[in-house]
């Protein structure tokens, strides 16, 4: 196969001769992973043995005990999460009687410490509570306008500081009878879906900020619209598009975080792509799939590096200064020095070594007789050796010039049995499609969709 493969590039002789344009718009899309977290409901207020305050929480409790240097008394830690802030305040209520109830930012150049003196909170209590804070959150990196709820009971007496630790969590550190204690909680939330259809204007990104999709929206969509399209080539002003799609809102603030695109709609010139969410029942995995239960997820991505621009394509080739003609055996692509380049597919590292005019080289067998070559680049990601396993979309190089190259672009190579073809005009069968029981499953679950859809369109 080595024999085989190397004889085959060799004969390509040098990679890529013809002028490269670079530049071109730039997208920046940032994947974002999300945790969603529902929240637990708080059962009841329960005699504590010796603290004024302690909660049950159906999740069961996690209580610890933490002893702090300058003051020996034993600080409760109680994590748990609860239904509601009216909850939490009927149950605050049965213990002390609150009578205020302040929210305080934080300035320019103001600590902590300092916002806490401002409000009248003594200096040892003030220590104690940034000490137990500081274990939630870094308190020196605050940024400025910090919110901090500040409760106070009636003679004025500081009782407790609650703040927000990210999307529908919030750290109360509350006085009891021994000192103060941390309690985190999580807020409720609902899964909240959302309609958009529109038709591109300019590009697909700007179109989608403009409907109202989140950057997190838009670089899944992107991610999973990758696999069918070359948004390069493909997507045009006037084509139409749907996106149904899942957020997570926070019941007591409303702020929403992204959750998961169900269903997206591309209907193109001449072709249409429409792709459903589905988990697998048995192994959990989650998927993009056609109607017809085919996976989305192609055996090889049409384009192995992002924010790229096609400056050369597959196919013979007048030289632009030289003027003879000869076979370009790939793609060329233009973007910044130093571009990550992404394994095309899933496969193994057959050679990731300085190959003459193709300058540091990588490449990668895959299933089905099928090679991929990457060739100019910088430099090798971390641990891409030969021999080892890389998967569809793993970072293998970095965008170069190195080799006979008149100006820094990756070169991309597609082989079928050792034999060069045009990457654009794979036809490849995808990974993973549903059959059998799946598939009726499947089927069920489209159904389903189409029915929440239908509300909308
Ligand atoms: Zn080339």
Redesign the pocket.
Known sequence: MENLQSKSVLNAQT??Q?SMVYGGKIRKFIAILLGIFLSLKLVEAKAPSQSADIYKFNTGVLSKVLSFESDQTPLMLVEGAIDTLKSQATAVATVNAVDLEKDVFLSKNQGLLSLLAENMIVREDAIIVVRILSKYLDVNTLAVGERFRLVFDGRSRFQSIRVSLGFAERLEVKRDDQGFFAVKYKNSTTLQSHYVEGEIAGSFYNTGLRLGLSHAALAKLNEILSYEIDFQREILSGDQFTVFYNTVRDDIDGSEIFHSIKFAELALANSIVTLYRYQDEKSGSVDYYHPDGKSSRSFLMKTPLENARLS?YYGRRKHPVLGYTRM?N???FGAPLGTPILAAGDGIVERASYFGSFGNYIRIGHRSGIQTVY?HLKGYAKGIKSGVTVEQGQVIGFLGATGRVQGR?L?YEVHKNGKAIDPLGLDLPASNNLTGKALEVFYKHIDHVNNDLSVYR
């Open positions: 990679p890529c013809y050369s370009h790939g793609l060329d060739a672009h070169h």
